[in-house]
């Protein structure tokens, strides 16, 4: 089982002049830990039903760039962009930029979005949730599209491009891992299938990550597609260092169901946190 380190807090002593430095010092230690994937989240506000909107928050794709000149090995991600907060050809352009400068590290990690009102807080527009499922297959398929050796038109129902030059293509083979967030049994897991290289499920009770994951089967049955061509990764919350026999138990559950990665978020210091990750942790978490 891989590791993920999913930052969502920038609300850190000394904030903002000690934001930089610390996420230096978390990179550091989580490529120490064996760190696979790091991640941060997509938005312009922080999340009401964590803190206040108007904590610190980093705009994304910035933050990713910084991460790539102090890392190696990760692979880095947004978890997950809003589909709605950028132009598609933007977005794959990039993504692409990202995947360069890191040398083949970049993850196009994107979902429908939900979050109402950073989008009226800045004019973004809000379209109903069936549009935005809409508009997040249509940038799925301009992404490919801009990665690909096909520099032609595209023409959708919202979005038309003349030209899908993306120069220089991204150096991953073939192209940036594509990653869907959400457990939508209709709309997002059938995008997972067709679409994506790996997902992000909400939740980690058993009982219901073992159905989404059955929806997803299904999903991939129906495209003809190996299910097993599918990353699955899901947050988890625990702290492994606070009873570490039930953590354990936790993961094994988790690593039981199929899921090859799991995604940890810092509580506290964030760089004391991710160094607990590291050592015998990561050892025994890897080996299930």
Not at 116 to 131: I, N, T, Y
Not at 186 to 207: I, S
Request: net charge negative.
């Amino acid at each position: 089982m891989d590791i993920g380190l999913h930052i969502v807090s920038f609300s850190w002593p000394g904030a903002p002049s000690s934001i930089g430095p610390t996420l230096a010092a978390v990179a550091a230690e989580a490529e120490a830990a064996g760190v696979s994937d790091l991640s941060v989240m997509d938005h312009w506000f922080q999340m009401e039903w964590m803190a206040p909107a108007t904590e610190p928050m980093l705009e994304g794709y910035t933050t990713l760039g910084f991460l790539a000149a102090h890392t190696e090995t990760v692979t880095l991600g947004l978890l997950v962009t809003g589909v709605t907060y950028r132009h598609p050809g933007l977005l794959a352009k990039t993504v692409a930029t990202l995947d360069v400068v890191s040398g083949g590290r970049g993850q196009l990690g994107i979902g429908a979005a939900w979050y109402e009102r950073e989008h009226e807080g800045l004019g973004v527009p809000f379209p109903p949730v069936s549009e935005r499922f809409e508009r997040l297959e249509e940038t799925l398929q301009i992404c490919a599209q801009m990665w690909s050796d096909d520099d032609g038109p595209y023409r959708g129902r919202h979005y038309e491009l003349a030209e899908t030059i993306c120069e220089p293509r991204p150096v991953s083979d073939p192209h940036p891992s594509v990653l869907i967030g959400g457990g939508g049994e209709r709309k997002t897991l059938r995008l997972v299938a067709q679409y994506a290289d790996a997902c992000n499920l909400p939740g980690a009770d058993p009982d219901e990550l073992a159905h989404k994951l059955d929806v997803l089967r299904g999903h991939c049955d129906a495209v003809g597609r190996p299910y097993d061509d599918v990353t699955k990764t899901v947050v988890s919350r625990t702290d492994p260092g606070a009873d570490e026999d039930a953590f354990f138990a936790e993961m094994r559950r988790l690593a039981d169901l199929g899921v090859d990665t799991v995604i940890f978020v810092p509580s506290g210091d964030p760089v004391a946190f991710t160094r607990r990750l590291g050592g015998d942790i990561a050892a025994r978490l890897r080996d299930l």
